[in-house]
């Protein structure tokens, strides 16, 4: 197995360029994907299903609550957001109470990034911005494009971009590849326009470096597990940092089957050519007990080099406060209920 | 900071296992005539659970006659009625399933997780399928009136002890037979449960009669000259020794012995599931299953990607206390078949295979045997023949489709078999050419009660399970008004 670099590294680009002959036309890019395994529904299915009676308990439930807690892009994706929600958000997510960890980032539109970059400070707490006309993506590129170096220059640091599923669906997966290229340059951060409060997080990007990349798949949207992977790889050979499930805004959001495949693409592509992707499920995930599944999978899937907030990500309102109720409650032996966590 | 999971054990209170056990018989639970008794163990940690009695050839006669007495009334009741009590042997199993799952895991060695969520809710299944058969006989496709055949003689294995109990019990009972069964010798309490099972459910005296005791009880209840079906579960050696007992009565027979099933991974397979299928084939149950996927046949082209895959995911097993629900594997049923496999292993690595264990550590006390898989497997070596019945698998390779059904039939066995393709014609075709009474596609140690279970060759004859299952528990119709 060759040697680990992170897929934000500067070497991870000649990893991808080894493998520039499968991006090298649409054809060669579709056999590719096509010659990827196939995926049986039901054995994918019952295999996140036996994961998911790991019983997790005393300390080990302890050190998963902590860890989930850390993993949270913290989110706020309404039209009705306002400065005021947003900052309150941030105070949450840098100080969730009780001692507990701090957020991974704060994930909110592009136009209240500035809001937020200012509310979290030095915290070390990062700021993440969906972009490329999230929900839907359906815009041009260039308009893509100007949406992800506004967010950029407003100082987020991580971008949740979402693919054009059109594209994928019909079969051009070249220009999906070509867009989440064009978007990760547009991550880059040009020089003089970094904000404050930078380098004190463990992923956030050096002062002047590139935002890293989270690319949305909107599986409910691919639907078929197979389309999945082919996603996955798509992406990851473009360049993608994060592989992310979905955008929250559609009828089926993360499954821990969807969350798994992915794992396991993560895996293979690692495997191949030694560059380590991260991976985020996003939206439904509400409690504990669910978190717990997603951390058991990361564990047994792709191992403990994963269980971190630079690998591994919650995309979450809700289940924060879930996670600081049972928290307490494993620390009190007592449930004291939703009057005693904040509401944001 | 390592995601280390604590120990999370099932709690024995759940289950109350009394110091001694009797035989039971007629509706009571009795000593053995000869005041015989044998201890079962843990396999877990060598603790004794209780003491059993150990019934012999009397108590066999006695059982017997309790059986033949109760096959009058119980034959002559309205499906509907027999129906009644066989749902409401459903339910209650599936009322005390938690209280059975830990005591099966505690007598057999089995992982809870299993015990939970794999035998208890198949067992309770196949009593509610058989419960509703019990009524529509007449429309089973064996003419009208078909009769039960009276007494029926019955031995499993301690692989599934209440799991193998309901496929024999299931269907005798719903077709108008009544039961002597005899459990194996090392996982007689489960059977012993469901004795109290059928007292709760106010079944006659004498429906159901459990006889526990070693291979003289099995061997005299074959042997008697008023049972009129046989019903074994077992190895294929005993099976043999059964059938010439059996030969030249008026017995009918039913028997499901030994396997070595082929699990075939094409070079188009869903590898990932493929995998997974292949753990589950072969280190589900510790590799207590008579349709275990014991040999994998792999296409020489992914061989080495599917074989660092299976090595990767074999290194996740957990292995030990079978109470812990995050146990995968857990322990060897017994000494004796501890040392089996012990034997047969060592043997492919005399031979020359190559063998490979994932690092773990096993307990002190109790069996134990860690997941092994086998490489540079030829059909020469032992371990490709025989049945180990334990959690080892062989790894063997092919090129095509017709070398993979050549090596997957050359076996004396023909219970099961596995095949691994996204190609469907390709599955039918390997199905319609693989000698084996279940074949898997993309899938396997797939059971359901609706589904007929069975082998080819020495491993059996007669099918367990859906409308087939019926069969081995009726006469042939008779003409209308003949009927008793």
């Not at chain 2, 003689?153 to 069964?181: C, D, E, H, R, Y």
């Not at chain 2, 095949?419 to 396997?444: C, D, Q, Y």
Request: hydrophobic share 45%; proline share 5%.
């Amino acid at each position: 197995m060759p040697t680990t670099v992170p897929a934000y590294g500067s070497e991870a680009a000649e990893r991808l360029a080894s493998l520039a002959d499968v991006t090298a036309s649409d054809g060669a890019l579709r056999r590719f994907l096509h010659g990827l395994p196939g995926v049986d529904a039901v054995g994918l299915d019952a295999r996140a299903a036996t994961l998911g009676t790991r019983s997790i308990k005393t300390s080990a439930k302890a050190y998963a609550i902590d860890l989930a807690i850390s993993m949270i892009d913290l989110t706020t994706l309404e039209g009705a957001d306002t400065p005021g929600k947003v900052r309150a958000l941030c105070a949450k997510g840098v100080r969730p109470g009780d001692g507990a960890p701090r957020v991974a980032a704060i994930c909110v539109y592009p136009d209240m990034v500035a809001t937020a970059r200012q509310a979290v400070a030095d915290s070390g707490v990062q700021i993440a911005s969906v972009a490329t006309a999230f929900p839907a993506g359906r815009t041009a590129l260039p308009v893509k494009l100007a949406d992800t170096r506004d967010a950029v220059a407003a100082g987020a640091d991580e971008i949740d971009m979402v693919i054009d599923r059109g594209a994928f669906l019909s079969g051009r997966y070249l220009e999906v590849f070509e867009e989440i290229k064009a978007v990760k340059e547009a991550c880059a951060r040009p020089t003089g326009t970094a904000s404050d409060g930078e380098a004190k997080g463990a992923t956030r990007s050096a002062p002047g470096g590139a935002a890293h990349l989270k690319v949305i798949f909107e599986t409910g949207e691919l639907q078929t597990y197979d389309n999945v992977r082919r996603a996955s790889w798509l992406a990851m050979l473009a360049g993608a940092d994060f592989i992310k499930t979905s955008t929250g805004k559609v009828a089926v959001n993360a499954t821990p089957p969807v969350t798994l495949l992915m794992l396991e693409a993560v895996r293979d592509f690692h495997a191949t050519i030694g560059v380590r992707v991260g991976v985020k499920p996003a939206g439904g995930i509400r409690t504990t007990k669910d978190a717990i599944k997603y951390l058991v999978m990361v564990n047994e899937t792709l191992g403990e080099g994963w269980l971190s907030a630079d690998w591994f990500r919650f995309g979450a309102s809700s289940l924060l406060n879930d996670l600081l109720m049972q928290r307490q409650k494993l620390s009190t032996g007592r449930y004291s209920g939703p009057d005693y966590v904040t509401v944001d | 900071m390592a995601f280390d999971y604590a120990p999370a054990p099932e709690s024995r209170a759940i289950v109350d296992i009394a110091p001694s056990y009797g035989l039971f018989i007629d509706g009571e639970f009795r000593e053995a005539a000869d005041g015989k008794v044998f201890k079962t163990l843990a396999p877990a940690s060598e603790e004794v659970l209780a003491e059993v009695a150990q019934a012999s050839a009397q108590d066999v006669d006695h059982a017997v006659k309790a059986a033949r007495k109760a096959f009058e009334t119980w034959s002559a009741l309205p499906g509907a009625e027999r129906a009644k009590y066989l749902f409401r042997i459903a339910r209650i199993i599936q009322e005390r399933s938690r209280e059975l799952a830990v005591l099966e895991s505690l007598d057999n060695g089995k992982p809870i997780r299993e015990s939970r969520d794999f035998d208890l809710p198949l067992v309770a299944a196949h009593f509610f399928y058989y419960a509703g058969w019990a009524d529509k006989l007449d429309h089973a496709s064996f003419g009208a009136n078909p009769r039960p055949l009276g007494v029926a003689g019955q031995v499993i294995p301690w692989n599934f002890p209440l799991l193998m109990l309901s496929w024999k019990i299931a269907p005798a009972l719903a077709t108008g037979n009544t039961v002597v069964l005899k459990p194996a010798e090392t996982t007689p309490l489960s059977a012993l449960f469901f004795a109290d099972i059928c007292r709760q459910a106010g079944l006659p005296k004498g429906v159901v009669n459990i006889l526990t005791g070693d291979g003289t009880a099995g061997a005299a209840l074959v042997a008697h000259p008023d049972v009129n079906k046989v019903a074994f579960t077992g190895s294929t050696e005993v099976g043999k020794a059964i059938a010439r007992t059996v030969a030249g009565t008026d017995k009918k027979l039913t028997l499901e012995l030994g396997g070595k099933a082929a699990n075939i991974v094409f070079d188009d397979a869903p590898i990932d599931q493929a995998v997974e299928g292949v753990v589950n084939g072969i280190f589900f149950n510790q590799g207590h299953v008579c349709c275990a996927g014991s040999r994998l046949l792999v296409q020489e082209s992914v061989a080495d990607e599917l074989l660092d895959a299976l090595k990767r995911r074999m290194a996740t097993l957990r292995v030990g206390d079978p109470l812990d629900k995050n146990t995968d594997v857990g322990a060897i049923n017994s000494a004796e078949q501890l040392a089996r496999i012990t034997e047969l292993a060592d043997a492919g690595e005399s031979e020359g295979a190559e063998r490979w264990a994932p690092a773990c550590d096993l307990p002190s006390s109790g069996y134990w045997f860690a997941p092994t898989l086998f490489t540079g497997v030829t059909q020469a070596h032992r371990i490709a023949r025989e049945e180990v019945f334990g959690p080892v698998l062989s790894v063997l390779t092919f090129r095509t489709p017709a070398e993979a059904v050549e090596k997957a039939n050359n076996t004396p066995y023909g219970l099961s078999a596995g095949i691994w393709t996204e190609k469907g014609s390709r599955s039918l075709w390997m199905a319609s050419k693989l000698r084996a009474g279940i074949v898997w596609s993309n899938t396997f140690n797939k059971l359901d009660p609706t589904s007929p279970f069975g082998g080819y060759k020495e491993s059996g004859y007669g099918r367990e399970g859906g409308r087939h299952g019926l069969e081995a528990y009726l006469a042939p119709s008779s003409p209308k008004g003949e009927h008793a």
